[in-house]
């Protein structure tokens, strides 16, 4: 396996590389559709039902399909990356739409109430007050779909655009096992990485979960 | 794009291999080998972990470990190892299907009221019939919950099957895609994606039956 690395460490970084942002742009730009979404959905519960019925059916298409289709769709290439963001994307918000909205509807209704009666209106009061209660939940979140976006992006190999799972069409393909191997474990490190990143930015952002005998 | 393969009478052909029904009972049967084999696997080890609280470390983190094992890596890895055949496909599946049940096992009997357990106790039930009279009934929404959520996860990635030359109805998008015939891709999507909400239907129905009518009061 070390041969392996140091003989083809410039395609390894390479599909390393790719297989980062490939992950993570949809990552953010799903964080960022999916949090007015879920808050549509608490703002009206009429709205919630429907909302968890649509994201489980987008969570239920194949990957490789939605990878196929978007082309078609959007008219870019095949071999685009952009097929890949999106797909990913999708698969981003049907997860985080959920939790942002069974996050923001486990706010406690006191402290909804408390705030409304010290003057918060309600835009403020979601920015300064729900959202952040509701963080930890909405983390949790991030964090499970980080990880799958991490592991999905190498199904984009077997259209020519998929990172670390270019490593294992290769070796699939020679029945050599050194590269799929090393992609692999390379993935799965990424992820834990990734993973711990969202971790330590929650441990940062809301250092009050960590205090629990002190509630009442 | 277009529908035309879909609902092209002579893809529905029991008899014709490849046809549609044969697609998705090979399909079918990859996703109840794996769920059942997963289940068996995950099931006791969630169940032992959450009665006694030993080793909770693994069942949480078993969640996003197995989340982060890139499915067809670790296929391509097996037949690779293993030679083409059934068994590298179980294989990715059921490690794909195990995290989520065993996460939801242990989450289900962590979340149930203590007092409920030492009342059981009090009466004089033993550890087993604790588990398997109290604990386990009571935790059965959320492991069911965990259960579902594998099987929509397990419909869905099954289709990778394809890529390593097998049955199920993977076979219509990578065939579709390598002769550019979006038709036969899009039917394919269309099926797994009606199979996997189908499923989640079934299960839904079942889990109103086994869960006792005493829990399905929301408090």
């Known amino acids: 396996?070390?041969?392996?690395?140091?003989?083809?460490?410039?395609?390894?970084?390479?599909?390393?590389?790719?297989?980062?942002?490939?992950?993570?742009?949809?990552?953010?730009?799903?964080?960022?559709?999916?949090?007015?979404?879920?808050?549509?959905?608490?703002?009206?519960?009429?709205?919630?039902?429907?909302?968890?019925?649509?994201?489980?059916?987008?969570?239920?298409?194949?990957?490789?399909?939605?990878?196929?289709?978007?082309?078609?769709?959007?008219?870019?290439?095949?071999?685009?990356?952009?097929?890949?963001?999106?797909?990913?994307?999708?698969?981003?918000?049907?997860?985080?739409?959920?939790?942002?909205?069974?996050?923001?509807?486990?706010?406690?209704?006191?402290?909804?109430?408390?705030?409304?009666?010290?003057?918060?209106?309600?835009?403020?009061?979601?920015?300064?007050?729900?959202?952040?209660?509701?963080?930890?939940?909405?983390?949790?979140?991030?964090?499970?779909?980080?990880?799958?976006?991490?592991?999905?992006?190498?199904?984009?190999?077997?259209?020519?655009?998929?990172?670390?799972?270019?490593?294992?069409?290769?070796?699939?393909?020679?029945?050599?096992?050194?590269?799929?191997?090393?992609?692999?474990?390379?993935?799965?490190?990424?992820?834990?990485?990734?993973?711990?990143?969202?971790?330590?930015?929650?441990?940062?952002?809301?250092p009050w979960t960590r205090f629990q005998g002190g509630r009442a | 794009m277009n529908l035309s393969y879909l609902f092209d009478a002579a893809h529905w052909d029991l008899g014709a291999s490849g046809s549609i029904p044969q697609l998705l009972l090979s399909h079918l049967w990859y996703v109840i080998l794996a769920l059942a084999i997963g289940t068996v696997i995950a099931l006791p080890v969630g169940l032992y972990i959450g009665h006694t609280g030993r080793g909770s470390f693994i069942a949480i983190n078993a969640g996003n470990a197995g989340r982060s094992l890139p499915t067809l890596g670790?296929?391509?890895?097996?037949?690779?190892?293993?030679?083409?055949?059934?068994?590298?496909?179980?294989?990715?599946?059921?490690?794909?299907?195990?995290?989520?049940?065993?996460?939801?096992?242990?989450?289900?009997?962590?979340?149930?009221d203590p007092q409920v357990v030492d009342a059981a106790r009090g009466v004089g039930m033993r550890p087993w019939q604790v588990l398997t009279r109290v604990e386990l009934p009571m935790a059965l929404p959320v492991l069911m919950s965990g259960f579902r959520s594998a099987t929509l996860q397990v419909v869905a990635t099954a289709t990778v099957a394809a890529a390593v030359g097998l049955g199920g109805l993977g076979r219509l998008l990578i065939d579709g895609l390598a002769v550019n015939d979006y038709s036969r891709v899009l039917a394919g999507a269309i099926v797994v994606a009606v199979l996997a909400v189908l499923l989640d239907l079934v299960l839904a129905f079942a889990q109103r039956w086994i869960v006792s009518p005493g829990l399905r009061v929301s408090r």
């Open chain 2, 74 to 112: 670790l296929l391509m890895l097996m037949v690779t190892l293993l030679g083409l055949g059934l068994l590298p496909v179980l294989i990715a599946l059921t490690v794909l299907v195990i995290p989520p049940i065993l996460t939801s096992a242990y989450a289900g009997l962590r979340s149930l």
């Open chain 1, 1 to 206: 396996m070390i041969t392996y690395l140091s003989n083809n460490s410039e395609t390894v970084l390479a599909a390393l590389r790719q297989h980062i942002w490939l992950a993570l742009l949809p990552v953010l730009l799903g964080f960022a559709i999916a949090l007015p979404i879920g808050y549509l959905g608490v703002r009206f519960p009429r709205f919630y039902h429907p909302l968890v019925n649509v994201a489980g059916v987008l969570y239920s298409i194949p990957s490789l399909a939605l990878f196929v289709f978007l082309p078609v769709v959007l008219g870019t290439k095949i071999l685009s990356p952009i097929n890949i963001v999106v797909a990913l994307t999708i698969y981003t918000v049907a997860l985080l739409a959920r939790t942002v909205a069974d996050g923001l509807r486990s706010v406690d209704r006191l402290i909804t109430e408390s705030a409304t009666a010290m003057g918060y209106r309600r835009f403020r009061r979601l920015i300064d007050v729900e959202l952040p209660v509701a963080l930890p939940v909405i983390l949790a979140g991030l964090r499970v779909a980080t990880v799958a976006n991490i592991s999905l992006v190498s199904v984009g190999a077997l259209i020519g655009v998929g990172g670390l799972g270019q490593l294992f069409t290769r070796g699939f393909q020679l029945f050599y096992l050194e590269p799929i191997l090393v992609g692999v474990i390379l993935s799965v490190l990424l992820a834990g990485v990734a993973d711990l990143a969202i971790v330590l930015i929650q441990r940062a952002v809301t």
